[in-house]
């Protein structure tokens, strides 16, 4: 079992720069890649980047590919998302998740979830 929480979200303008983190408790987070989803009202939820178990490797949605950041500490089991240039089509819920690998997280298919985080953003 694994138990994420995410935090950092919040109300910023276009343009500005978040982090979001998301701690994991249970059992070590460095056992399985990580990614950051997001659903905003009305959309299906989506994929937005993941990492592997070491951080070595990580993929992003074309839509955030080059602003966005997506990192790790296994030391601290916390996930990071550096997001910059936000924009106001960013505006959603924000959550985290366990999976196998960055493949699977990429189509979607995650073991744990956490609560997630509102990310608004202003124009």
């Known amino acids: 079992q694994v138990q994420l929480v995410e935090s950092g979200g919040g109300l910023v303008q276009a343009g500005d720069s978040l982090r979001v983190s998301c701690a994991a408790s249970g059992r070590t987070a460095s056992t399985y890649a990580m990614g950051w989803f997001r659903q905003a009202p009305g959309k299906e939820r989506e994929f937005v980047a993941a990492i592997s178990k070491s951080g070595s490797t990580t993929t992003y949605a074309d839509s955030v590919l080059g602003r966005f950041t997506i990192s790790r500490d296994n030391a601290k089991n916390t996930l990071y998302l550096q997001m910059n240039s936000l924009e106001s089509e960013d505006t959603a819920v924000y959550y985290c998740?366990?999976?196998?690998?960055?493949?699977?997280?990429?189509?979607?298919?995650?073991?744990?979830w956490g609560q997630g985080t509102q990310v608004t953003v202003s124009s």
């Open positions: 998740a366990t999976g196998r690998d960055t493949f699977r997280l990429r189509s979607g298919v995650g073991d744990y």
